[in-house]
């Protein structure tokens, strides 16, 4: 029988092991897949930590996937959209699954709050117990879970699997209100925020600042349609930081605020960056990361501001990966170059590290990590 490596997580803090697990044959309705990329996100990394109490280690993580199909179980020959797939077709695999058929699901519109709550790709634990390989921190992986759902796409891995982190940034811009003449501060741009300054610029914003402390995600985010860049590095959080993005918007604050920096400190600020009567639309603190003060009059009240929150995706989960795909599909920006490393699966717990350590990988910045488990 074949098997599979996987990179485990085997308790908060690592260490990562590489464990051999047999390669299933797919049953009715199910796939196995060839891993060719997974990306790594922030989530990630507070996971590895410990910092999000769902989780039961060992555990398998990786849940921005793309692969090949080299296995179909009875019954499965076409993928969401209706388009029929085969052996060797590329597909991108949205990692949340739902029954379709609850009360949540059906009547709320919020299958993340499924009443069945099965179990995601990427957040397998304990990895032991049911189908092992459901992380995409592996060479193969089952698409066992009920409610799964996958696209073919054309698209290369490297760009594919950038979907996942651009079916929550479109969630973000719809929580945002952005439209067309929207003046939009994306507030941190690793992957997710670099995603929300492309698709603010799709949408029609009239003007996109990009905010952060690393010079090459800056760059980046320009080439990805940010009009002006705002480097804090330098800058004391507070006053002087917010003086530096209303100056780059043109001497006033932004109608939206998409808060992408992952820190109860970061969402704090991002308040001040917004003009009155605008939203912030806080995406980044998706695992608990503490408080920060908050004034209800002078923070929100006397400035007639909306915070809203974006959880994952949301709603349209699924619909708005498909989204993601055909927008990264247009072709006319540079999304292949928001991949910064490729690394083999023996160097997950060293990639995961780089995360929380200052963003640094074999001695460049990290922009997005990238698992090659052919590697």
Request: charged share 15%.
């Given at each position: 029988m074949a098997t599979s490596r996987a990179a485990i997580v085997t308790g908060p803090g690592g260490p990562v092991e590489i464990r051999d697990y047999p390669v299933p044959t797919p049953g009715p309705g199910e796939a196995v897949i060839r891993v060719e990329l997974c990306g790594i996100c922030g989530t990630d990394a507070h996971v590895f930590h410990g910092r999000l109490p769902s989780i039961t280690f060992p555990a398998l993580l990786g849940h921005e996937i793309v692969g090949t199909i080299t296995a179909l179980g009875p019954g499965l020959d076409r993928d969401f959209a209706g388009q029929p797939v085969t052996i060797g077709d590329r597909i991108g695999v949205f990692p949340a699954t739902s029954c379709g058929t609850c009360y949540e699901?059906?009547?709320?519109?919020?299958?993340g709050q499924c009443r069945q709550k099965p179990q995601s790709y990427g957040f397998k634990s304990p990895v032991e117990?049911?189908?092992?390989?459901?992380g995409g921190f592996a060479e193969y992986l089952h698409l066992a879970n009920p409610g799964t759902v996958f696209y073919r796409t054309e698209l290369p891995p490297e760009v594919a699997i950038l979907?996942?982190?651009m079916s929550v940034a479109l969630h973000g811009l719809h929580r945002a209100g952005i439209g067309l003449g929207s003046t939009v501060v994306v507030q941190g741009v690793g992957a997710i925020g670099l995603?929300?300054?492309?698709?603010?610029?799709?949408?029609?914003?009239?003007?996109?600042?990009?905010?952060?402390?690393?010079?090459?995600?800056?760059?980046?985010a320009a080439e990805l349609g940010a009009d002006a860049v705002v480097d804090i590095s330098p800058?004391?959080?507070g006053a002087p930081r917010h003086a530096a993005v209303r100056d780059a918007l043109g001497g006033t604050g932004a109608t939206a605020v998409v808060g992408c920096s992952g820190s109860p400190a970061g969402f704090a600020e991002a308040i001040g960056y917004v003009a009155d009567g605008g939203t912030l639309a806080e995406l980044g603190n998706f695992t608990d990361r503490g408080t920060t003060a908050f004034n209800p009059y002078t923070d929100l009240l006397k400035r007639d501001i909306t915070i809203?929150?974006?959880?994952?995706?949301?709603?349209?989960?699924?619909?708005?990966?498909?989204?993601a795909l055909e927008i990264l599909g247009r072709g006319a920006l540079p999304f292949a170059r928001v991949v910064s490393h490729r690394v083999p699966l023996r160097d997950v717990e060293l990639a995961l590290r780089s995360l929380s350590t200052g963003y640094q990988l074999n001695g460049s910045?990290?922009?997005?990590?990238?698992?090659?488990p052919s590697r």
């Amino acid at each position: 029988m074949a098997t599979s490596r996987a990179a485990i997580v085997t308790g908060p803090g690592g260490p990562v092991e590489i464990r051999d697990y047999p390669v299933p044959t797919p049953g009715p309705g199910e796939a196995v897949i060839r891993v060719e990329l997974c990306g790594i996100c922030g989530t990630d990394a507070h996971v590895f930590h410990g910092r999000l109490p769902s989780i039961t280690f060992p555990a398998l993580l990786g849940h921005e996937i793309v692969g090949t199909i080299t296995a179909l179980g009875p019954g499965l020959d076409r993928d969401f959209a209706g388009q029929p797939v085969t052996i060797g077709d590329r597909i991108g695999v949205f990692p949340a699954t739902s029954c379709g058929t609850c009360y949540e699901c059906v009547v709320l519109r919020r299958p993340g709050q499924c009443r069945q709550k099965p179990q995601s790709y990427g957040f397998k634990s304990p990895v032991e117990v049911g189908p092992s390989l459901t992380g995409g921190f592996a060479e193969y992986l089952h698409l066992a879970n009920p409610g799964t759902v996958f696209y073919r796409t054309e698209l290369p891995p490297e760009v594919a699997i950038l979907a996942e982190p651009m079916s929550v940034a479109l969630h973000g811009l719809h929580r945002a209100g952005i439209g067309l003449g929207s003046t939009v501060v994306v507030q941190g741009v690793g992957a997710i925020g670099l995603m929300v300054v492309a698709a603010a610029r799709a949408a029609g914003a009239a003007r996109v600042v990009a905010v952060d402390g690393n010079a090459s995600r800056l760059a980046l985010a320009a080439e990805l349609g940010a009009d002006a860049v705002v480097d804090i590095s330098p800058l004391d959080p507070g006053a002087p930081r917010h003086a530096a993005v209303r100056d780059a918007l043109g001497g006033t604050g932004a109608t939206a605020v998409v808060g992408c920096s992952g820190s109860p400190a970061g969402f704090a600020e991002a308040i001040g960056y917004v003009a009155d009567g605008g939203t912030l639309a806080e995406l980044g603190n998706f695992t608990d990361r503490g408080t920060t003060a908050f004034n209800p009059y002078t923070d929100l009240l006397k400035r007639d501001i909306t915070i809203a929150g974006v959880y994952g995706a949301g709603p349209d989960m699924q619909a708005r990966y498909l989204r993601a795909l055909e927008i990264l599909g247009r072709g006319a920006l540079p999304f292949a170059r928001v991949v910064s490393h490729r690394v083999p699966l023996r160097d997950v717990e060293l990639a995961l590290r780089s995360l929380s350590t200052g963003y640094q990988l074999n001695g460049s910045d990290v922009v997005k990590i990238a698992i090659d488990p052919s590697r």
